[in-house]
């Protein structure tokens, strides 16, 4: 039998065991009916919801996302500045957030989600001095706004307006774009754009199409005087007279950086698989992978290039002239222009006629050629009659380049020793070497 203590001590232990259970039931019952068995009332136990806040300068260049916790917040604390949501022109104190937003420095951005917002840009002086930016890819219907039935897309300003705003694509792309306008000047997704800043932009043309015109011709804008064209690109093929480029036709007082064209070009005069002339412009850290058709004054970068600096660029195409005046990388350059760090890997150069053709510049009229390389079997030669790699001025090194072979070519120390290439991640030192990429040819930082 048990003693009268230890009959104390047994109860209270049986008390004590059932109280627990008793608490361990309610508390089961209790996430049960506030969620915590499925996921029909989630919401009362669910965590707070995080967004993130996209600033932007008065460039509609982004600064920095951040992210942010919803509810309301006061945009002084998470970023000094005056700062304005899209389509307005009050500066925000406070903003209650209950999705991902963008943050503007400057007052009534336009945020283009459609093909009807994008074609609406040309209609008149007010909408082609605006600031825009794309928060989607736009693949373009030739039935929809912007399109003339036979004639296709209608370009954004012209030589009487011009596109005189800010154009971010924001990484985002433009597809289905088609041109047929043989006859026309300043031809492109924009025609003509003057101080102006097209970046961050994708341009697309449909397949089994072109963009066509006669003049000033050019994947993303026909004519650009003063603008800055910047982290953008074309694909496919381009038609036109002259004045004729992969990225534009013309460009004046312009910079152009980091970018790229592929595809194919063709026309007659002032040819380029980036632009088809510059002038008092600046282009950087940039390529070509376009095959070129034309007569004169053709580049694998540039058909001709006056008063300009042209460094850092690469030419991968097959370029073929009728006439002469063709190189790699430019056609011609004069009044003291330079072109530096540029290699050309277009197998074949082709020039038919009585005047110079070479790997890298077709004539130098005056300007600095220097710290250029050249795939060594295109090699020269006082031959013109139309053979593949058939060039002038075969002695002189600023026009051929220093040759050198493909295993050469893709050897990062080809390119520092003593030339002082800069590899690194960055706008200055933007050069890279990886077997895995480009085919082991050197390539730049950015198309990581």
């Known amino acids: 039998m048990l003693s009268s203590m230890t009959k104390s001590k047994a109860l209270f232990?049986?008390?004590?065991?059932?109280?627990?259970?008793?608490?361990?039931?309610?508390?089961?019952?209790?996430?049960?009916?506030?969620?915590?068995?499925?996921?029909?009332?989630?919401?009362?136990?669910?965590?707070?919801?995080?967004?993130?806040?996209?600033?932007?300068?008065?460039n509609l260049d982004l600064i920095?996302?951040?992210?942010?916790?919803?509810?309301?917040?006061?945009?002084?604390?998470?970023?000094?500045?005056?700062?304005?949501?899209?389509?307005?022109?009050t500066p925000l104190a406070t903003l209650n957030l209950n999705s991902d937003t963008a943050l503007y420095a400057v007052a009534n951005i336009v945020e283009i989600t459609s093909q009807d917002e994008l074609a609406f840009i040309k209609n008149n002086s007010a909408t082609l001095e605006g600031k825009y930016i794309l928060l989607n890819d736009i693949p373009l219907n030739e039935n929809g706004a912007g399109f003339e039935d036979t004639l296709g897309w209608i370009p954004i300003g012209n030589n009487l307006y011009r596109f005189t705003g800010i154009f971010n694509g924001n990484g985002h792309k433009i597809t289905n774009l088609w041109i047929n306008r043989q006859s026309d000047y300043h031809i492109g997704l924009f025609g003509f754009a003057n101080n102006a800043q097209i970046k961050n932009l994708g341009v697309e043309i449909a397949e089994g199409k072109s963009i066509s015109g006669y003049s000033h011709v050019g994947g993303i804008v026909g004519y650009a005087s003063n603008v800055n064209i910047i982290n953008s690109y074309s694909k496919g093929n381009i038609n036109g007279n002259d004045y004729v480029g992969g990225i534009v036709g013309n460009a004046d007082y312009t910079n152009m950086a980091n970018s790229y064209s592929t595809g194919n070009i063709n026309g007659e005069w002032y040819i380029g698989g980036i632009a088809g002339e510059?002038?008092?412009?600046?282009?950087?850290?940039?390529?070509?992978?376009?095959?070129?058709n034309g007569n004169r004054y053709i580049g694998g970068i540039v058909?001709?290039?006056?008063?300009?600096?042209?460094?850092?660029?690469?030419?991968t195409g097959n370029i073929n002239g009728n006439y002469y005046y063709i190189g790699g990388i430019a056609g011609d350059i004069v009044s003291s222009s330079n072109i530096s760090n540029s290699v050309a890997i277009n197998s074949p150069v082709i020039g038919r006629g009585s005047g110079p053709v070479n790997r890298v510049v077709g004539y130098i009229y005056s300007g600095i050629v220097s710290n250029n390389f050249a795939l060594d079997i295109m090699v020269g030669g006082e031959n013109y009659n139309g053979l593949a790699?058939?060039?002038?001025?075969?002695?002189?090194?600023?026009?051929?380049?220093?040759?050198?072979?493909?295993?050469?070519?893709?050897?990062?120390?080809?390119y520092e020793t003593g030339l002082g290439w800069k590899f690194g991640d960055n706008d200055t030192a933007p050069w890279k070497i990886d077997s895995n990429k480009n085919n082991g040819l050197p390539y730049f930082y950015w198309q990581d």
């Not at 006056?306 to 690469?314: A, E, F, H, L, P």
């Not at 075969?394 to 051929?400: E, L, N």
């Open 278 to 292: 510059v002038s008092d412009t600046n282009m950087a850290n940039s390529y070509s992978k376009v095959n070129i």
């Open 389 to 414: 790699n058939s060039f002038s001025y075969s002695g002189d090194i600023r026009y051929h380049g220093i040759g050198r072979s493909i295993e050469e070519l893709k050897t990062r120390n080809t």
């Open 64 to 89: 920095e996302a951040i992210p942010v916790e919803q509810g309301n917040i006061d945009i002084a604390d998470i970023k000094l500045g005056v700062w304005y949501k899209a389509s307005e022109n």
């Open 13 to 58: 232990l049986f008390k004590f065991k059932a109280f627990s259970l008793v608490i361990a039931f309610f508390l089961s019952f209790s996430l049960i009916g506030c969620g915590g068995g499925g996921d029909s009332s989630s919401s009362n136990n669910s965590p707070d919801i995080t967004y993130s806040v996209s600033f932007y300068d008065e």
């Open 303 to 315: 058909g001709e290039a006056q008063y300009s600096n042209i460094i850092n660029v690469y030419s």
